[in-house]
């Protein structure tokens, strides 16, 4: 029988075998099956399985065949030729009216800060595949007359202004990201909006794809029927694509057919338009028209069957060359063969004054911006993840080639978007050989150093078990800032981490933010904490409560007055005056699991109830509340004060290590 990670693929009169991981075809089961015992590990597999258990639970709850059965309805009612359109109004947001909001949202914002900033509008709103389900995403350029704030004062600025005004709630300040950025709910029209202030980049991103979806109807509609198709799936969310990732896909494979000149061809007529050393110039002048005979399905077909076969572990996506390149001999040699994205590096720092970070060739996905050469937009995507993409893809790409399911667009896209995982399931039940049992003692030893392995209860967040019943753990991803790195830099910390036996910066990195964490759980929140689990990489702890000490919480401080200073003077008034108000009086009880990845580069943490707690991580139960409150206050945590107190920790594990 086939392996769960692994699908067959009919080529010509010869039906090969293909490995999920690399996309290395084979002539037998027993020759793929011996290859991912060899080259793969087992834990891709492993989280492979928990996440279609997931997809399982989801597309089998009753919200999800409630949605089936609207569409087949709707597909059914289609005239010839237009199931696609109805597929896309299903799901497809309204522009006219979400640029109404947009205007909604920017008059206000605009008025409120008197001037001092112009509001610009960037993702789905502006390359026009915004879903029903699509947010807003902001970009505040500050005014240059007077002169401009500073980037740190406008964010504070506008915090402020969003956490006073009666036009929106629920304002989160995601201070650490890539891009920072403030996150918030405009009430009037119920919309969540990004907003960011450091990075005009993705304004100029955005424009292109705009105006790029716009040259055809055709490649709107891919573009749009690909991102539904994503959606439904799960191929988007955290560990996964992002929809920006997907849409420079898209532009490959336009590309590779042909259909889209690369970008550097696209630049190469006109004058180059240059933002801190990137060049984000272009003219679609140069772009052949589709033929008149290609349909969307047929783009549709040809996205699916060219990526079934890229070997994503040994490959970069490319839309500014137009092709898919090779890690190793593009990448991976000094000097190597792409001399645009040397120079683009040196003009950035020059730009800017600092060496930008190089690209992430590490990570199991690779894919180039189309624009800004360095920055891989496929780093979110873990190697369980690209196992999952990969078989969806294969799957699809025999749908949409099977001659029959072609004839008839209302069962082909039916399949896609909700039978498609059907087919998923029946692989992973099929027959596997079982593994050893390990004693309990080497298991330990196993799970204290996974590469961000998900523990055994852990589902993706917010995964319902059943329509209506509460999610079963909700994660929030922590990655190390430019600006983080740079407070552990530090001469005295260099000194007391070289030599030998010394550990990266990330280590550091990741052992101050778990100093981080537990100060805010039990000294911040007054949380009763039970250490289940105790490693180095793997934390596991009971919490539990009677008391909301985390809501409406102040992050304005005086002058002079440290972060963690003034949220502790804050809980001892807590402490004081809300045990008496029965408004505050909560049951929170649940589990806390913190898991590092093996390279110190990322924390996960998740958030999960105990077994027989009615109100789980339903939307306003304790839990889901004190998550919610966790992840803003870390995001407005400033690391810097943490690090400058805890360098002595790293001072003392230095000279246990030597």
Same mark, same amino acid.
């Given at each position: ?5 692994s699908e ?16 290395a075809p084979?002539?037998s089961?027993?020759d793929c099956? $011996?290859?991912e015992?060899? =080259? ?7 989280q492979?399985r ?5 997809i ?8 999800t065949?409630s949605e089936?059965s609207?569409?087949q309805a ?8 237009g199931?696609l359109?109805?597929?896309l109004?299903?799901?497809?947001s309204?522009?006219r009216e979400l640029e109404?909001y947009?205007?909604q ?10 001037? !001092?900033v112009k ?6 709103l ?5 879903l029903?389900?699509s ?10 007359d007077?002169p ?5 004062q406008?964010?504070n600025?506008v915090s402020?202004?969003?956490?006073r005004?009666?036009?929106f ?7 650490h990201a890539r891009?920072?950025?403030i ?9 969540s909006?990004?907003?960011?202030m450091s ?11 705009? *105006?790029l979806?716009?040259?055809? *109807?055709?490649?709107?509609q891919l573009?749009l029927?690909?991102?539904?198709? $994503?959606?439904?799936?799960?191929l988007?969310?955290?560990?996964s ?7 420079s896909?898209?532009i490959?494979s336009l590309?590779v ?13 006109c004058?180059?338009e240059?933002?801190?050393g990137v ?6 002048h140069l772009?052949p028209p589709?033929?008149?005979r290609?349909?969307t399905?047929?783009?549709i077909?040809n996205f699916f069957?060219?990526?079934s076969?890229v070997?994503?572990? =040994?490959?970069v996506v490319?839309p500014?060359?137009g092709c898919v390149?090779?890690r190793?001999?593009t990448f ?7 001399p645009?994205y040397?120079a683009?590096?040196?003009?950035m *720092?020059e730009?800017?004054g ?5 690209f992430?060739?590490?990570?199991s996905?690779?894919?180039q ?5 360095q920055?891989?937009?496929?780093k979110?995507v873990s190697?369980?993840?690209l196992c999952?993409?990969r ?9 949409s080639?099977?001659?029959e399911l072609?004839?008839?667009p209302s069962?082909?896209?039916d399949?896609l978007?909700?039978?498609l995982?059907? !087919?998923?399931?029946a ?5 596997k050989?079982t593994p050893p ?8 030893h ?10 055994k209860a852990?589902?993706?967040e917010a995964?319902?078990?059943e329509?209506?019943a ?8 922590i990655?190390?800032?430019t ?11 260099t000194?007391t981490?070289?030599?030998e ?6 280590y ?9 964490? =537990?100060d805010?759980?039990a000294?911040?929140?007054v949380?009763n904490?039970?250490?289940l689990?105790?490693e ?5 702890w009971r919490i539990?409560?009677?008391?909301d000490?985390?809501?409406?919480r102040?992050f304005?401080?005086g002058?002079?007055?440290s972060?963690f200073?003034h949220q ?7 402490m004081?005056?809300?045990?008496a108000n ?7 009880r ?10 110190? !580069?990322e ?6 109830p105990?077994?027989g707690?009615l109100?789980?991580l339903?939307?306003?139960?304790p839990?889901?509340?004190l998550?919610?409150?966790?992840k803003?206050l ?5 690391f810097?004060e943490?690090a400058s107190?805890w360098?002595?920790?790293? !001072?003392?594990?230095q000279?246990?290590a030597q």
């Amino acid at each position: 029988m086939p392996a769960p990670a692994s699908e067959q693929w009919d080529s010509g009169d010869v039906v090969v075998q293909v490995c999920m991981v690399c996309a290395a075809p084979f002539q037998s089961v027993q020759d793929c099956l $011996a290859h991912e015992l060899l =080259k793969h590990s087992s834990k891709p597999q492993k989280q492979l399985r928990q996440r279609l258990n997931a997809i399982t639970k989801l597309f089998t709850s009753k919200q999800t065949q409630s949605e089936r059965s609207e569409l087949q309805a709707v597909l059914v009612q289609s005239p010839p030729g237009g199931h696609l359109r109805a597929v896309l109004d299903f799901y497809a947001s309204d522009l006219r009216e979400l640029e109404d909001y947009y205007d909604q949202v920017r008059n206000c914002i605009e008025k409120e800060l008197k001037g !001092k900033v112009k509001v610009y509008p960037f993702g789905s709103l502006v390359t026009g595949l915004a879903l029903k389900e699509s947010d807003i995403d902001l970009y505040l350029q500050p005014c240059d007359d007077p002169p401009p704030m500073v980037h740190k004062q406008l964010y504070n600025k506008v915090s402020n202004f969003l956490r006073r005004s009666k036009c929106f709630a629920d304002v989160f300040a995601i201070r650490h990201a890539r891009v920072p950025i403030i996150r918030c709910k405009h009430l009037l029209t119920g919309l969540s909006i990004d907003i960011n202030m450091s990075n005009p980049n993705s304004t100029y991103n955005s424009k292109f794809v705009g *105006e790029l979806m716009r040259r055809d *109807e055709r490649l709107r509609q891919l573009g749009l029927f690909l991102k539904i198709w $994503a959606k439904k799936l799960k191929l988007i969310g955290h560990g996964s694509m992002t929809s920006y990732c997907l849409v420079s896909m898209i532009i490959v494979s336009l590309q590779v057919q042909n259909l889209l000149p690369s970008v550097k061809e696209l630049q190469s007529f006109c004058p180059p338009e240059n933002l801190c050393g990137v060049n984000y110039a272009y003219t679609l002048h140069l772009m052949p028209p589709i033929p008149n005979r290609m349909s969307t399905q047929e783009l549709i077909r040809n996205f699916f069957v060219y990526y079934s076969t890229v070997d994503f572990q =040994k490959s970069v996506v490319s839309p500014f060359l137009g092709c898919v390149l090779d890690r190793e001999t593009t990448f991976g040699t000094p000097g190597g063969g792409f001399p645009e994205y040397e120079a683009q590096l040196q003009a950035m *720092e020059e730009a800017v004054g600092e060496r930008p970070e190089a690209f992430q060739l590490d990570r199991s996905m690779c894919v180039q911006d189309p624009f800004e050469l360095q920055h891989n937009v496929a780093k979110s995507v873990s190697q369980s993840s690209l196992c999952y993409l990969r078989q969806c893809l294969i799957l699809a790409a025999q749908a949409s080639s099977d001659p029959e399911l072609q004839a008839q667009p209302s069962k082909l896209y039916d399949y896609l978007l909700f039978g498609l995982t059907d !087919k998923l399931v029946a692989n992973q039940h099929k027959e596997k050989p079982t593994p050893p049992k390990q004693p309990k003692k080497e298991l330990k030893h196993e799970v204290a150093n996974l590469p961000m392995t998900e523990p055994k209860a852990a589902q993706p967040e917010a995964v319902a078990t059943e329509h209506g019943a509460p999610p079963i753990v909700r994660t929030h991803f922590i990655t190390p800032t430019t600006n983080d790195l740079k407070c552990l830099r530090s001469s005295e910390l260099t000194l007391t981490s070289s030599g030998e036996g010394a550990r990266p910066i990330y280590y550091y990195w990741m052992s101050c933010y778990v100093d981080t964490i =537990k100060d805010v759980l039990a000294q911040l929140y007054v949380l009763n904490i039970e250490s289940l689990t105790d490693e180095p990489y793997y934390h596991r702890w009971r919490i539990s409560s009677s008391l909301d000490t985390w809501t409406g919480r102040s992050f304005q401080r005086g002058s002079g007055q440290s972060f963690f200073a003034h949220q502790l003077q804050q809980t001892i008034e807590f402490m004081k005056t809300r045990p008496a108000n029965p408004a505050y009086a909560v049951n929170l009880r649940g589990i806390l699991t913190l898991l590092a990845s093996d390279d110190y !580069k990322e924390i996960r943490l998740d958030v999960e109830p105990l077994p027989g707690d009615l109100l789980g991580l339903q939307r306003n139960s304790p839990l889901t509340k004190l998550f919610k409150a966790f992840k803003n206050l870390l995001g407005n945590y400033s690391f810097k004060e943490k690090a400058s107190t805890w360098k002595y920790y790293a !001072k003392s594990d230095q000279r246990g290590a030597q």
